[in-house]
């Protein structure tokens, strides 16, 4: 099988298109043909080995071999079934994660998978998992209904663009902080009030916010509390600042430490790649209009582009690999 591999950190220059053996599943597993894998941010942090912080879990000094094929996300269509595994045969389609969805095979546990809904394209199918996932899972903060105010910070990438159409199903008054240029992306997915980075200030509506999901900025946690209701819930979605060593990380951290000692609930929010949550968050993707943008797509041969274009942060929406 065809296969993105890498030996060593560093940059997209550093990946191969290679000829791998096909892997073997077993109890417990799947074994999938992938037709098309998404790309996130976190491939991206794996690719090049940062944060140093993550290093014992990737590999010191290189990465180990579970992590030398990037991406998470994936859909296609089972190919064979391990021992003693049940509730799937060869030929379902399937979504979900994987350690390495790069290649044209890929063995994951049945307990991070889930049926896609048959609304979406295999593209958009392979676009929810990872992003789709950690936004459902944020927004579970909160009791998210009719009238609850949301504000999502960085609402143009894979996470923040889907957390829009999933408050704003929910009932909720959304706000999205986007960049300039990005304003009717946000009103496309859903936003009822657009701010823009740089030149709109966080409190320029006025609102104190129920919710306010923080998605890879650098603000500083006064002003992010600042638009926070009295009782209001802070959830930091990682950060990109903050250099080589944490890349922000301790910036989550630090708010989950200060949640004890103020009356605001401040949240270092994980997201969790389990196949019941993707199976839930699928359900309300089939029943509302709900849908991942897929921003543009690449061959498998160019996905040293597709993870460049993620890595630059470029996307609006999700960059999808497609293999089949």
């Not at 399937?94 to 809904?117: I, K, Q, Y």
């Not at 979406?120 to 459902?136: C, D």
């Not at 930091?236 to 430490?257: I, P």
Request: hydrophobic share 45%; aromatic share 4%.
């Amino acid at each position: 099988m065809k296969a993105i591999t890498h030996a060593r950190y560093g940059g997209t220059d550093r990946l191969r298109l290679v000829d791998a053996p096909a892997p073997t599943p077993g109890e417990g597993e799947l074994l999938v043909r992938v037709h098309a894998a998404a790309v996130d941010r976190g491939t991206w942090h794996v690719m090049t080995g940062t944060p140093l912080l993550a290093r014992p879990g990737f590999g010191l000094r290189a990465p180990r071999p579970r992590w030398r094929t990037p991406g998470r996300d994936f859909a296609g269509v089972v190919e064979a079934v391990g021992s003693g595994t049940t509730g799937w045969s060869v030929g379902d389609p399937v979504h979900g994660t994987a350690d390495g969805s790069l290649a044209e095979l890929l063995v994951t546990s049945t307990e991070r998978v889930a049926r896609p809904p048959s609304a979406l394209s295999t593209e958009e199918a392979a676009a929810v998992p990872v992003s789709g996932l950690t936004a459902f899972q944020a927004l579970r903060h909160v009791d998210v209904a009719e009238g609850t105010r949301v504000l999502v910070v960085g609402s143009s990438g894979g996470v923040g663009h889907l957390a829009v159409q999933l408050a704003a199903a929910a009932g909720a008054e959304v706000t999205a902080v986007c960049g300039p240029g990005a304003e009717d992306f946000a009103r496309h997915n859903g936003a009822h009030h657009v701010l823009v980075r740089g030149h709109d200030p966080l409190d320029a509506g006025g609102r104190a916010h129920d919710l306010v999901l923080d998605i890879a900025s650098n603000r500083p946690r006064r002003e992010l509390r600042g638009v926070l209701a009295e009782r209001g819930t802070l959830v930091c979605v990682g950060t990109e600042t903050g250099g080589r060593l944490t890349a922000g990380f301790h910036r989550s951290a630090l708010a989950a430490a200060l949640d004890p000692f103020v009356r605001q609930h401040l949240v270092m929010h994980v997201s969790r790649e389990l196949g019941t949550d993707l199976a839930a968050l699928d359900e309300v993707v089939a029943t509302s209009t709900v849908r991942p943008v897929v921003d543009r797509t690449f061959p498998l041969e160019r996905a040293a582009e597709a993870i460049d274009h993620v890595g630059a942060g470029r996307a609006r929406g999700k960059v999808v690999v497609t293999l089949a």
